[in-house]
């Protein structure tokens, strides 16, 4: 699956791809763990989640999360599965 725009709905940053809750993060690159796929993601209010990629990521957003480098400032698209932990679904 690949988000190729914003979702639309009703002014939010949330929508649904197939039975799945999409919605746009935006924040700063904390920790970067570059051989499990994974990074934080420190947000607004002193939120962090731990963003991880899928096993069938892009080539595009392989090749983004390669060039990360802590204190980027990046929006990113992403299903939570739990409330500390994000899966990416594109970098925007």
Do not use: C, H, K, W
Not at 18 to 44: A, H, P, W, Y
Not at 60 to 76: C, K, P, S
Request: aromatic share 6%; no cysteine; net charge positive.
């Amino acid at each position: 699956m690949q988000v190729t725009q914003p979702v639309a709905g009703s002014g939010t940053n949330t929508g649904t791809v197939g039975n799945e809750t999409v919605q746009l993060l935006r924040g700063t690159v904390g920790q970067i763990d570059r051989t499990n796929g994974l990074f934080t993601l420190n947000m607004s209010s002193n939120v962090v989640v731990t963003v991880s990629l899928p096993y069938n990521t892009s080539s595009a957003d392989r090749t983004r999360f390669q060039n990360l480098r802590v204190g980027d400032n990046i929006q990113l698209y992403g299903v939570y599965i739990s409330n500390t932990r994000v899966e990416l679904r594109q970098f925007n």
